[in-house]
Structure formats: structure tokens, C-alpha cells
């Protein structure tokens, strides 16, 4: 389909398809923020700490646990099994063609399990902590499906554009959502009903829209791999290739570079970004309104942001234009170190600045890696490109956990996490993109040769 695809980008059918694309980042895309990013980070640790007292600690399998640790804990755990779970769905998509039923079947599970969250009480750790891995396995493996899609939607001089507008039409929905739990804020007083009904909210809001890319995209075609498949059932067969396509792997050094580069740095953004509004609370003593409207505000703004990075790509490429943002990421993380408590003005001025790289730097590394890989192959290569931020963002959340509950400091453990955006500037600095792009047999982007 790629070819096709690609060869008429204008066609009315193709806008479509993209149109249908766009309106599922719409949809999951409350699972980050409302989810993520806000209740639920809060709201676990919240309901641990009323389970065993706010010194007492939880025991699973034996590990002691510090109630205000669990939720990255969790996070961990999940990334950690991701490793194993989405390559399979990536080999699996691929040999089978059947990317939509398996994005669309992934996602409803991780919406129902959302809306289930209306029923964790208190001191129902265990439930939400249960609940909580369900939604984030299967929106992750639903991911690598829907990155998958990129390459057939879009061309070699497109994609830049199309993941930037992708980014940023998620963005507007997980912040409109946002701004009605923000305005259920001054409605409800508890924090707890407050809580379970904004994570039920974000799984109606998720079911609901997805029927609008479930219709469109019924008639995206199947794309099974070209390649000799392996032999035996889906599953197994998916190990079989998974093994094939990492031992391939070391053909293409520079796209395997750039994966390293990409797990390093976006393993910053990810727990940055997830664990803002932790670190807003417990260390900034700002209340739940400011925390909202502060992440509301970088889902609005990053809409621009998003869209202002795709542009700049178009001149100066995408490597570069990712490379600077990481500086600025750098700048930012070490800002959050010296934010006073109780000064939203701060807190504000640095969710602007976040705003403005969050998300252009992870669109501009999904049509980068897009542009790296072998045709027939995609939604394999994407498994090990949401391994190196997903699955393996375990790095992030573990780190962060251990300095805080080591140093009982959440600025020590915030500005920690600055590591992870110098080595990933470093090693992205190393790769050669047109190298990458030529050795997995692809077009070059104009957009490449002009920025030479």
C-alpha cells in the first residue's frame, strides 16, 4: 500500500485516511494526560498512603514498597513487560495485515479498563494498581500499531508534517477533555470522587471518539509482510520473527543508533511529563487547580508547538530541529530544580517552555525513524521504536523513584532526570540519518538535502 499511498497524497481518499489517523490521537490521547499525567499519578500513591498510613509500606511478593513510590513503581513493572509484549504485536501486525482490528481491539480494552476506575476506593491500591497496568500495556501496544500506519500515509517529504499534525490534533483532545475535568474541579470538593470519575471520563471520551477512526479506517487495506512468513501460529511465528528482525538489525547501525539515542532521551520526556504534576504537589505545594490548568495549558500550547517544530524541520531538517530541543529540555529540567513553592507564575512559565518541544520532539523522531526502516516491516521496527520509549522508559520512573524515596527530595530526584537528555543528545548527534535512510533501501527526503 505504501507506494500507492504515497503516490497519491493528495487523493481525496488518502486525506481520509489521515483524517481517520488524526481523530485516534484525538481520542487515546486523554489516556496520557487525564490518566498519566494527572489522576492517576496522584491518586494511586493517594490511595496507597490510606491503606498503610502515609510511613507504612505496602509488601508485593515480599518488596517493601513506600506508598508515594508505587505509582512508578507500576510504571516500571509495565514498561519492563512491554519489552516482551510489543514486539510480539508488532510481529504479529505485520503478519497478518490486520492492523486495524488489532489497534482497535487494544484500545477498547484499555478504554474499558479506564471507565472501570470509578470503582477504586480509598485503599483499593490493589485494584488500581491492576486496573492502571491494563490501560497502560494495551494503549502502548495500541501505539504501535497506529505508528505503524505512518509510513502508507504519508511520503518520504510528508511525514514530518503529517506525525507533527497528528501530535498535534492529540493534543487538543487530551486537553479538551482536560479543560471539562478542570471545570469538574470547582464543582466537585472531594479529591477522590474527583479523581475516579475524571479516569472514568477518560475512558468514555476514548471509546467514544474511536468510532469515528473505526469507520474511516475501514478501508485502509491490509498490508500483510511480503516477507516468507514464519512458519507455525501467529504468536509463535512472532517470536520466530522478532529474533529475525533483531538479528537484521545490526544491518541498519545507524537506525539501531538512533533507537538507543531515542530510548535515552524520550525516557526524560516521558517521566518529566508524567511526573510533573506529582512533583507540582508534593514539592511546589500548588493545588489541584493550578496543577490543571498548568497541564491544560502545554496540552493547548503544545497544539502550536507541535506544529512550529514540523515547520522548522521543513527547513532545517529533522535531526536538528530534535537536537535543540533537547537543549531546551535540558534548560528546563534544570529551571524545575530552582522553582520556589507556591509561585504558580513559575510553574507556569515552564509549562510554556515545555510546550513548546514536548510535542514536536517525539513527532519529529517517529517520521525520523518512519524514514529508517524497511518496507513490509513497519509495525515490527515500530515495536522496537515503543520499546525504546516505552518499554524501556522503566529507566525514568525507577531512577526518580530511587533518589526520592533514597534522598526524600523531589528536586534532587526532578533534576536527575537531566541525564537522560544529555546522553541522548550525544548519541543522537552520532547518527547519520541519510545513511540510515539509504541502507533501509528508502527515498531521501527533499527536506534533508535541503538542510546539507
Known amino acids: ?22 481523530s485516534y490521537g484525538w481520542a487515546a490521547q486523554v489516556f496520557e494526560t487525564t490518566v498519566l499525567a494527572v489522576f492517576m499519578s496522584r491518586y494511586l500513591p493517594s490511595v496507597a498512603e490510606h491503606a498503610v498510613g502515609e510511613n507504612g509500606r505496602l509488601h508485593v511478593l515480599g518488596i517493601p514498597i513506600a506508598p508515594a513510590s508505587l505509582f512508578t513503581y507500576t510504571v516500571s513493572l509495565g514498561s519492563v513487560l512491554l519489552i516482551v509484549l510489543m514486539p510480539i504485536v508488532g510481529a504479529f501486525a505485520d503478519r497478518t495485515g490486520r492492523k486495524r482490528q488489532l ?17 477504586v476506593g480509598l485503599t483499593d491500591w490493589v485494584l488500581g494498581s491492576v486496573l492502571f497496568m491494563v490501560a497502560f500495556l494495551t494503549y502502548k501496544c495500541a501505539r504501535v500499531v497506529y505508528n505503524s500506519l505512518l509510513p502508507d500515509l504519508a511520503g518520504p ?22 479543560a471539562l475535568n478542570l471545570v469538574a474541579s470547582f464543582l466537585i470538593s472531594d479529591k477522590s470522587e474527583l479523581a475516579r470519575l475524571s479516569l472514568c471520563s477518560a475512558g468514555v471520551w476514548w471509546a467514544a471518539f474511536m468510532i469515528v477512526p473505526a469507520v474511516v ?93 514540523g515547520k522548522l524541520a521543513q527547513r532545517w531538517g529533522a535531526k536538528r530541529v530534535v537536537a535543540w530541543s533537547l537543549v531546551v529540555w535540558s534548560v528546563l529540567i534544570t529551571l524545575a530544580y530552582f522553582l520556589q513553592p507556591g509561585q504558580p507564575v513559575q510553574f507556569y512559565l515552564l509549562a510554556v517552555g515545555i510546550s513548546l518541544v514536548l510535542g514536536g520532539s517525539q513527532a519529529l523522531s517517529r517520521s525520523m525513524f518512519a524514514s529508517m526502516i524497511p518496507t513490509g516491516k513497519e509495525a515490527e521496527y515500530f515495536s522496537l521504536f515503543e520499546i525504546s520509549s516505552s518499554g524501556t522508559s522503566a529507566l525514568g520512573p525507577l531512577l526518580f523513584g530511587l533518589v526520592l524515596q533514597n534522598t526524600g527530595s523531589y528536586r534532587s530526584a526532578i533534576f536527575s532526570l537531566i541525564a537522560f537528555f544529555v546522553i541522548g543528545l550525544v548519541l543522537l548527534l552520532l547518527v547519520n540519518v541519510r545513511k540510515a535512510i539509504a541502507a533501509a533501501g528508502n527515498e531521501v527526503p527533499g527536506t534533508l538535502e535541503q538542510s546539507r
Open 217 to 309: 479506517l475501514r478501508k485502509m487495506p491490509m498490508s500483510a509482510d511480503k516477507h516468507a512468513p514464519a512458519a507455525g501460529s501467529a504468536i509463535t511465528a512472532g517470536f520466530k520473527e522478532l529474533g529475525d528482525t533483531l538479528r537484521h538489525l545490526r544491518l541498519y547501525p545507524w537506525t539501531l543508533l538512533f533507537l538507543v539515542a531515542y530510548l535515552v532521551y524520550y525516557d526524560g520526556i516521558a517521566t518529566t511529563t508524567t511526573l510533573a504534576a506529582d512533583y507540582g504537589q508534593n514539592e511546589l505545594k500548588l493545588d489541584d487547580n493550578i496543577l490543571l490548568s498548568a497541564i491544560l495549558l502545554v496540552q493547548f500550547a503544545s497544539f502550536g508547538g507541535a506544529l512550529l517544530l
Open 157 to 178: 517529504d510528508e511525514r514530518d508534517a503529517v506525525s507533527s499534525i497528528g501530535w498535534a490534533v492529540g493534543y487538543l483532545g487530551g486537553g479538551s477533555l482536560l
Open 1 to 22: 500500500m505504501t507506494e500507492a499511498t504515497t503516490g497519491a497524497a493528495g487523493a481525496p481518499a488518502i486525506k481520509r485516511l489521515r483524517f481517520g489517523w488524526y
Open 103 to 119: 489497534l482497535f481491539g487494544f484500545a477498547y480494552i484499555g478504554a474499558i479498563a479506564c471507565v472501570a476506575m470509578v470503582f
